[in-house]
């Protein structure tokens, strides 16, 4: 069997796999009372040495996955990418979630943009979960979907306390680039499950962070209410308390 050393994995995947928080599996008797269905999708074989399952709870009135769990058998990588799976589907409907692939899943654990959280050689299990969710995606298409999607909030914000240090004394263009890495690490990966974007135009008075949407954010509703709302809360907590972001009119 391969090993793969756990210096090689982020310290997100790493901490996934330690305390795994979506572990288990849910019954018919989860959605009483609930309006909802129970999904499951698997991939792999027991045998072969890789296998996951995954069970959903979805709303049978908008297609929202309003929660996850794995079942999972193999290497350490394929729990943590399990973990992430599950993470990253509850709140979303699931055609979104058919369309969360292995490049997010492995952003999502990076502890740095340019870093990634997986080493190579575990590309195939990343695949088993994308294969996975899609199995569990493709047995709700009889599901309605809402009409407009609002963009799913990522997992509760660490806060730094007092904001990013050194933030307030850095030069305008660090400034600028800090926030854009945040932005890019924590935003765009949900905005893009929506063929949205986000760019970072302006840092005004050392307060205001000035954006512009694009792509299908530029006519969603929610470009001025839940996503702006969650951006703010994601800049604000990652770099500092006091910033403000302003989208582009």
Request: negative net charge; proline residues 6%.
């Amino acid at each position: 069997m391969i090993s793969y050393p756990w210096t090689r994995y982020s310290k997100k995947l790493a901490s996934r796999i330690d305390t795994p928080r979506w572990a288990g599996s849910f019954t018919e008797k989860d959605t009483e009372g609930r309006d909802c269905r129970l999904v499951i999708g698997e991939e792999g074989e027991v045998a072969s040495g890789n296998f996951v399952r995954f069970y959903w709870l979805v709303d049978e009135r908008e297609g929202l996955v309003l929660d996850a769990k794995h079942q999972t058998f193999g290497q350490s990588a394929l729990i943590g990418a399990a973990e992430a799976a599950c993470e990253l589907c509850c709140g979303k409907n699931y055609d979104q979630a058919s369309r969360l692939g292995a490049d997010l899943i492995d952003k999502h654990l990076r502890d740095r943009p340019s870093d990634p959280a997986f080493p190579v050689e575990v590309s195939s299990h990343l695949n088993l979960v994308v294969d996975a969710i899609d199995a569990a995606a493709s047995k709700c298409r009889d599901l309605p979907l809402p009409t407009t999607y609002v963009t799913p909030l990522a997992p509760e914000l660490d806060v730094l306390e007092g904001g990013y240090p050194g933030f307030m004394e850095m030069p305008k263009a660090k400034k600028m680039s800090l926030i854009r890495q945040v932005i890019a690490s924590e935003v765009q990966p949900y905005i893009e499950l929506d063929a949205g974007g986000i760019s970072v135009l302006d840092l005004v008075d050392d307060k205001e962070v000035l954006i512009a949407y694009e792509g299908s954010c530029t006519t969603c509703a929610s470009s001025t209410g839940t996503t702006l709302s969650y951006i703010q809360q994601v800049v604000q907590a990652r770099v500092h308390p006091d910033l403000v972001v302003v989208p582009q009119i």
